[in-house]
């Protein structure tokens, strides 16, 4: 029963992105809005963690077996996609690499950053 209230929880809040993209005309996804309602519900405290924590678990678990419709899908396809697929893997190869490239940077400096302050704060309080 825990896990069939969980579950509509998170299907309430994935209707309720469904109705703001259906009357907010904006190229977004209808699966953000229900994201950021998720996250800014959670954040506020207006939905506790709890509720919605050992479904959200179980459908993070499952997820890798909700792309095999898509694989199917895709080589079925294999006719249209063949002469594209070069361009289509380096295109995914190379933004992947630049992807990790830039979020390792931005990690890095952040931690300098966050080192830096501490030992101003430390400093500073003795």
Do not use: C, D
Request: aromatic fraction near 8%; avoid cysteine; charged fraction near 15%.
């Amino acid at each position: 029963m825990k896990f069939l209230k969980q579950f509509g929880i998170i299907l309430l809040i994935s209707f309720m992105g469904e109705a703001i993209k259906y009357f907010v005309p904006l190229p977004i996804p209808a699966s953000i809005y229900g994201l950021v309602i998720m996250f800014i519900a959670l954040k506020t405290h207006i939905l506790k963690l709890e509720s919605v924590n050992s479904t959200g678990k179980f459908l993070i678990e499952i997820m890798p077996l909700m792309f095999i419709p898509s694989a199917v899908g895709l080589i079925n396809s294999w006719g249209v996609l063949q002469p594209v697929f070069i361009p289509v893997i380096t295109i995914t190869v190379v933004s992947t690499v630049v992807v990790m490239a830039v979020t390792g940077r931005i990690t890095q400096a952040v931690i300098r950053i966050q080192k830096t302050l501490k030992h101003k704060k430390e400093a500073n309080t003795k």
